[in-house]
Each structure stands twice: as C-alpha cells, then as structure tokens.
C-alpha cells in the first residue's frame, strides 16, 4: 500500500471588509517605507565618502543597490495593491461572480504573502544599512577625538 502525501491548506474566509482594511493597513505601511527610503537616500548622501572610502566598498554599493531595488518594490507594490483595492468591487456588487471573486480572494493571498516576505527582507536591509551607518559614525567619533589630543 502506497500512501499519498497531501498538502493540507487552511484558507482564512476573509469578508470583503476584512481585505479592504488589510489593503489599507498594508497601503499605509507601504507609504511609511516609502518615506523611510527617501531617508535611507539621505543617509546614504549624507555619509558618501565614509562609504566609497572605507576598505568594504563593494559591501557598502550591494546594501545601498539593495536599498534601491527595495525602493523599486515597494512602489511596485504600492501599485498592485492599489490595483487590488480598486477591484474590491467585484467582492461587493451584488452578482455572483464566482470566478472573479475566487480570483480576487487568491490575488489577495499571494499580495499578503508577497507583503510578508518584503517587509521581512525590508527589515534585514534596513539593519544592515544602520549597521554600516553606526560603525562610520562610531569611527568618525574615534578619529575625532584622536585628532582633538
């Protein structure tokens, strides 16, 4: 006897209402890491030459290349899901639209785990550009103290 492996997958119902509030919820997050980015394009501008000077130059131009692709996806994202609110209205007309609204329900699955893994690597990037910033900010305070005696 053989045995079949399924996959087993729990699909939350979520109401019309639920994936609007979801929507605008991840819209507003998106929008606060957009402004974030502006400031990470600060900082990076702010602490250019530390970063072309210092021995890990190649390391320094992949985080800040990470911070512009982040860049690039999050407005990539902030579109979709714009796009996905404007389809709410297949949820709430009224007519059974089964194909659509399952569509949509699925759409909306992949944009919630889309979502999730962009904010988990937003997260890692973000400490790692802190990381690079704290430790010029750390050397600058060294040399001028050196340079105070």
Not at 5 to 27: C, G
Not at 78 to 105: R, S, W
Request: charged residues 35%; aromatic residues 8%; proline residues 1%.
């Amino acid at each position: 006897m053989k045995t079949i492996q399924t996959q087993v997958r729990y699909v939350e119902w979520l109401s019309p209402k639920d994936m609007h509030l979801a929507s605008q919820e991840w819209l507003s997050e998106l929008k606060f890491i957009k402004d974030e980015h502006l400031f990470f394009e600060d900082l990076i501008t702010t602490f250019t030459s530390q970063l072309i000077e210092s021995g890990k130059f190649s390391e320094n131009k992949e985080i800040i290349d990470a911070v512009n692709r982040s860049q690039k996806r999050n407005n990539l994202l902030i579109e979709a899901i714009k796009v996905h609110e404007n389809d709410l209205q297949i949820m709430v007309d009224g007519i059974d639209q089964l194909d659509e609204e399952k569509a949509y329900t699925k759409e909306h699955s992949g944009l919630m785990i889309a979502i999730a893994d962009f904010l988990k690597e937003y997260k890692s990037l973000k400490t790692q550009l802190f990381s690079i910033i704290k430790k010029i900010k750390k050397e600058d305070k060294q040399k001028h103290l050196i340079d105070k005696k």
